[in-house]
Every structure is written in structure tokens, then in C-alpha cells.
């Protein structure tokens, strides 16, 4: 089954910095980032944060001046840094992108397994 990797999530105290990656299943795979998420226990996921294939990057506005999206497009893998961290920030966070296959018609939609980012002290 084709799926984003995701890894870097895990338990932090207070001010403690995470870095998230994710990445494409193999490197046949065209990989269009399409954004990172985050998710609580029963609500809907929320966009954190997106960067173009150009570098143009957005964040949500807790995100912002704390985390640091980047791309590493040779390598097909888009980063989180994720600095002066809160409980509140405390979530499942998920990657997002459309992938392409030689053989495939069309671009197909992939999330991350999810990794989990607890803050606390």
C-alpha cells in the first residue's frame, strides 16, 4: 500500500524543538507536498503549514515565527521545524501530497501515518 513516511514526532517539554519529515515511498514517485497537518482526538485536521515547489511557504498563525517549513526536492522530502513548542501544540501531525507512478493516469492523493507530538513537562 503506498503511503507518505513520516517520522521525527515525539515527547518534548515546554521550548523543546521537533523535527518532522516526510517523504515520498521511493524515489519513482513524482512528489507534489501539498501540506503538513495536525489533528486532536475527534475534531478535523487542521492545516499547519505548506511550501511550494518554489519555496513559498504559509502557516497557520499559532505556526508562525515557532515553525519552519523546507523542502529538500532532490530527495523528495519536505521538513517541519517545529521550535519553542507549547502543550498546545500537542497533536497528531500528518503530511499531505499528491504522488505520480510511471503507469499511473493521474496524480493520487496520499496522507502520512501520522506522528504523534506531545508537549509536556
Known amino acids: 500500500q503506498v503511503q507518505l513516511v513520516e517520522s521525527g514526532g515525539g515527547l518534548v517539554q515546554p521550548g523543546g524543538s521537533l523535527r518532522l519529515s516526510c517523504a515520498a515511498p521511493?524515489?519513482?514517485?513524482?512528489?507534489?507536498?501539498k501540506g503538513w497537518y495536525r489533528q486532536a482526538p475527534g475534531e478535523q485536521r487542521e492545516l499547519v503549514a505548506i511550501?511550494?515547489?518554489?519555496?513559498?511557504?504559509k502557516y497557520e498563525d499559532s505556526a508562525k515565527g515557532r515553525f519552519t517549513v523546507s523542502r529538500a526536492n532532490a530527495k523528495n522530502m519536505v521538513y517541519l521545524e517545529m521550535n519553542s513548542l507549547k502543550p498546545d501544540d500537542t497533536d497528531v501531525y500528518y503530511c499531505?501530497?499528491?504522488?505520480?507512478?510511471?503507469?499511473?493516469?493521474?496524480?493520487?492523493?496520499?496522507w502520512g501515518q501520522g506522528t504523534q507530538v506531545t508537549v509536556s513537562s
Open positions: 499531505n501530497a499528491d504522488l505520480w507512478a510511471p503507469g499511473w493516469s493521474s496524480r493520487r492523493d496520499y
Open positions: 521511493g524515489s519513482m514517485f513524482v512528489f507534489d507536498f
Open positions: 511550501v511550494t515547489s518554489g519555496g513559498i511557504t
